[in-house]
Structures are given as C-alpha cells and as structure tokens.
Nanobody, 116 residues
Framework: QVQLVESGGGLVQPGGSLRLSCAAS????????MGWYRQAPGKQRELVAT???????NYADSVKGRFTIARDNAKNPVYLQMNSLKPEDTAVYYC??????????WGQGTQVTVSS
C-alpha cells in the first residue's frame, strides 16, 4: 500500500501562484509515476502533470508553460508549482501514484480556488 498526503491548496487571485506538495509513504519502491490530477465541479477528473522515476514529465496542454512538476529525490515528495493561475484552474487537486503494476493510489485531494 501507498499513502499520499497533499498540502498547499487554498484561495488565490487570478495571476497568482500556489505550490502543492505530495508526500508518499508505505511501499514507495513500487511507484513508477507520480502526478497531479484535478476535478472541477460537474466535470471529470483530468490529468494535470506527471513525472516518472526517470524524471520524464508530461503536462496537460492547458497548463503547459504555467505549471511545473518536480521532486526532491527519486520519488518523494512531489511538487506542483502553479503560476499565472486562472479561474478555470479552480478544482480539487489530487495526488496520484501509479505502481509498476499499473495500480493507482490517490490522495484525499486539496482545494484550489482562483478568484478575485
């Protein structure tokens, strides 16, 4: 089992920045990819950004150039630096860890609200 704990959400004005953090514990040696997904009210959960154990990153087109995913060491913790935030970025953000067996673990989610 892998446990994920997110932090860093909150309320920010348009154009502002936030940094989300995700700490993993448990069988972290089994993790291949970590990332962030988000779900806005009435919408499906969508990928925001992922990073593999080898450091390869992937971003949704809507956040490219504004968000950066990074980590301190091989797998843990993982950060999402969000700049130039827009109202449409408002959502619950979930940390994800995918094992080498393709099993998904999820955090409890953290609310990000972009509003003036």
């Amino acid at each position: 089992q892998v446990q994920l704990v997110e932090s860093g959400g909150g309320l920010v004005q348009p154009g502002g920045s936030l940094r989300l953090s995700c700490a993993a514990s448990g069988r972290i040696f089994s993790i291949y990819t970590m990332g962030w997904y988000r779900q806005a009210p009435g919408k499906q959960r969508e990928l925001v950004a992922t990073i593999t154990s080898g450091g390869r990153t992937n971003y949704a087109d809507s956040v490219k150039g504004r968000f950066t995913i990074a980590r301190d060491n091989a797998k843990n913790p993982v950060y999402l630096q969000m700049n130039s935030l827009k109202p449409e970025d408002t959502a619950v953000y979930y940390c994800n860890a995918r094992s080498m067996a393709n099993y998904d673990y999820w955090g409890q989610g953290t609310q990000v609200t972009v509003s003036s």
